[in-house]
């Protein structure tokens, strides 16, 4: 198991999350999007590219 979102999206190809019991796969461009991470992680995900253009994604506490 990774828990890692940027070194899953750099090197998986497939990625499996479960939300509320609910299996959420796939390939990491649409499994590791905005929607299916807020859902299941209750984070605010920030999507940046790194210097080699591998994406890069920060997580963030969803504001109360």
């Known amino acids: 198991a990774l828990h890692?979102?940027?070194?899953?999206a750099r090197f998986a190809?497939?990625?499996v999350m479960i939300d509320d019991g609910h299996l959420i796969a796939g390939p990491p461009e649409e499994?590791?999007?905005?929607a299916p991470i807020r859902?299941?992680?209750r984070?605010?995900?920030e999507f940046l590219t790194?210097?080699?253009?591998?994406?890069?994604?920060?997580?963030h506490r969803i504001a109360e």
């Open 31 to 34: 499994v590791l999007a905005m």
């Open 43 to 45: 984070i605010d995900p």
């Open 50 to 59: 790194d210097r080699t253009g591998a994406r890069v994604i920060v997580p």
């Open 39 to 41: 859902a299941a992680w």
């Open 13 to 15: 190809q497939a990625v």
């Open 4 to 8: 890692d979102l940027t070194l899953a």
